[in-house]
């Protein structure tokens, strides 16, 4: 491999590291969509709401403008209260949170990231070999692996959108607004960062095409 090829090479992996810690920050924190419920009296205490992949964390808040008819924003201190949703560890309450949202849609979202987190394994893995001399074609897989990764984070974003949309419209929700969070953000840059990075690195990690039109393949000369 040429040594600007090899620059570029490192700099996709750097980015694709950055894409690593996003997409791996994303999956361990609970900070996806805030929920909030309407406040109908001045002075009310009033119960937020946010959540990721595993549990949701509900915030008694003390609402002191009247004005505002939504409870939060979730940063204003108050009692804070996280738990395991119920599919996921039996032994903890969550009913804020199963009778608003579809359970299968959770564990779908939650099962995707770890997916993701494997093929990351993977494509790391991957990486790491090709360093070792005369091992660059496992730069290919490697970077299919990270593709994949992306496409799954993709996937379990989504999935998560549609949930928090299905919980805003249903009729058995307490919850007016949402927003999406920070947790969210990382899962979305993640994606981006992932899927394109690993684009990249495929093509990067290609051989080099014929320079002439009687050159072949095989008659090109070799890159290490």
Request: proline share 4%; glycine share 4%.
């Amino acid at each position: 491999m040429s040594q600007t090829k090899a620059l570029k090479v490192r700099a996709t992996l750097f980015c694709i590291l950055v894409g690593i810690v996003l997409a791996t920050v994303a999956v361990v924190t609970d900070h996806w969509a805030v929920l909030s419920p309407e406040v109908k009296h001045h002075n009310a205490t009033c119960e937020a709401a946010h959540f990721g992949l595993w549990r949701i964390c509900t915030k008694r808040i003390v609402m002191t403008d009247s004005t505002d008819k939504t409870c939060g924003p979730i940063t204003l201190p108050g009692e804070k209260n996280c738990s395991y949703f119920r599919h996921f560890n039996p032994g903890e309450t969550s009913e804020i949170f199963e009778v608003t949202t579809q359970k299968e849609y959770s564990i779908s979202a939650a099962a995707i990231a770890v997916f993701s987190l494997g093929f990351i394994i993977m494509g790391t893995t991957c990486a790491l070999l090709s360093f070792r001399k005369k091992r660059d074609y496992l730069l290919r897989p490697a970077s299919m692996f990270y593709a994949f990764a992306g496409l799954c984070i993709f996937v379990s974003v989504e999935v998560t959108r549609q949930s928090v949309t299905r919980m805003i419209d249903s009729e058995h929700t307490v919850w007016i607004e949402y927003s999406y969070s920070w947790s969210f953000a990382c899962a979305c840059s993640a994606f981006v960062l992932l899927f394109l990075g690993g684009l990249a690195l495929l093509l990067l990690s290609l051989p080099r095409m014929p320079q002439n039109p009687w050159e072949s393949c095989m008659d090109a000369e070799p890159e290490h």
